[in-house]
């Protein structure tokens, strides 16, 4: 038997509850993984809330994220006793997932623990903070290097914000933050932030161009907080979107794209390739402090995991959320 977070939807409704599974439940896989950490993300917090169609099938176990040991495998790569990690593959969507003290997996989901960081730092990182990183890389293939000015980051206190703002100060970027929580504006700036804006300047519905502002922008927001951002960029700069803590709408016009020649670059973590996901790692062992993260990551047992996605859903979490499952 192990323990994880179960999600049901039948007659009695949409729930999620802790239990205890039979070993004997797991799904089909090629890799049995012993879970170490997982995390807690915003889809995460979405599939154990119900408030987003996130699970595609019932009963489900969520988690995108895991860090553990294989226990036994009959894929080629991986053997008993590897160091493992996860993010994505529509796991914890539509595969069981990490919330969990074991998985069972498809090896080719897996990359090895990156060289450099312990299972629970892999995790306070996680898929936020391997998405910011992907973001990082968009902008700086488009370009935008640290002498073309200002870099903006919405939903700084988040998860991806949080070690957006973080990688982009190290890299010498000078990082403007966006928050809806002034409180945490002592927070942002320890990261490397140079100044915080309130994320009212960006909530409303705004013009078709602003001043040009921005040379890149990393945004988890969407909606009217995306197209005023996409408003403000300087000539040839870039957005890379990747999040819809806002909405998933788009109320924006053509004119930054054809006016300025900004790009507007669609990130997505969960089918990217291996060699991007490996590279990204790589990244991060070199470009995030990992003296941050003590400040951007907070660590809770499976017991708080349904407690704490309800308050992820109302926005009063601070960077990222590891879970040790065991
Ligand atoms: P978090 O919940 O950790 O952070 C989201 C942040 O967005 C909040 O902390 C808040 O920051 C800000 N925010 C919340 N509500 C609103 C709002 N109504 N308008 C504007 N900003 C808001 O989530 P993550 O960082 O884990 O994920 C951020 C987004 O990125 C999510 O939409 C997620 O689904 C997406 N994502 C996408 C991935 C991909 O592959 N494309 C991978 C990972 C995440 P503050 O209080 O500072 O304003």
């Given amino acids: 038997m192990f323990e994880a977070i179960l999600i049901e939807k039948d007659d009695a409704g949409y729930r999620a509850s802790r239990r205890a599974l039979d070993e004997a439940q797991l799904p089909e896989g090629d890799v049995t993984v012993k879970v170490a950490y997982s995390t807690l993300n915003y889809k995460d917090a979405l599939a154990i809330t119900g408030k987003g169609p996130v699970v595609r099938r019932f009963p489900m176990v969520p988690g995108i994220d895991l860090a553990g040991t294989v226990e036994s495998s009959s894929h080629p790569d991986f053997k008993a006793g590897d160091a493992v990690l996860l993010n994505g593959?529509?796991?914890?969507?539509?595969?069981?997932?990490?919330?969990?003290?074991?998985?069972?997996?498809?090896?080719?989901?897996?990359?090895?623990?990156?060289?450099?960081?312990?299972?629970?730092?892999?995790?306070?990182?996680?898929?936020?903070?391997?998405?910011?990183?992907?973001?990082?890389?968009?902008?700086?293939?488009h370009g935008v290097t640290p002498d073309r000015g200002e870099v903006l980051v919405t939903g700084a206190a988040g998860g991806v914000g949080s070690v957006a703002v973080a990688l982009l100060a190290k890299l010498g970027y000078e990082v403007v933050a966006v928050s809806g929580r002034p409180e945490e504006a002592e927070y942002l700036t320890g990261l490397g932030a140079k100044a915080v804006l309130p994320r009212a300047?960006?909530?409303?519905?705004?013009?078709?161009?602003?001043?040009?502002?921005?040379?890149?922008?990393?945004?988890?927001?969407?909606?009217?907080?995306?197209?005023?951002?996409?408003?403000?960029?300087?000539?040839?700069?870039?957005?890379?979107?990747?999040?819809?803590a806002a909405g998933a709408d788009l109320p924006a016009?053509?004119?930054?794209?054809?006016?300025?020649?900004v790009t507007l670059a669609g990130i997505d973590s969960v089918m990217r390739p291996k060699a991007d996901r490996v590279e990204a790692?790589?990244?991060?062992?070199?470009?995030?402090?990992?003296?941050?993260?003590?400040?951007i990551a907070s660590e809770i047992g499976l017991g708080e995991v349904i407690a704490t996605a309800g308050r992820i859903m109302e926005g009063r979490l601070r960077g990222r959320v590891v879970v040790d499952v065991n």
């Fill in 89 to 141: 593959w529509g796991v914890g969507e539509a595969h069981w997932g990490a919330l969990a003290q074991k998985a069972r997996l498809k090896g080719d989901w897996l990359i090895p623990l990156p060289a450099g960081f312990t299972p629970r730092q892999a995790m306070e990182i996680g898929t936020a903070g391997y998405t910011a990183m992907l973001c990082v890389i968009a902008l700086e293939k």
């Fill in 201 to 244: 300047e960006f909530a409303s519905p705004g013009k078709p161009l602003g001043r040009e502002r921005w040379a890149g922008a990393v945004d988890v927001a969407g909606s009217h907080v995306l197209a005023n951002v996409c408003a403000g960029m300087k000539y040839g700069g870039t957005v890379a979107a990747c999040g819809l």
């Fill in 253 to 261: 016009t053509v004119m930054p794209f054809i006016l300025r020649g």
């Fill in 281 to 295: 790692w790589g990244r991060l062992a070199r470009d995030l402090d990992l003296a941050k993260l003590g400040a």
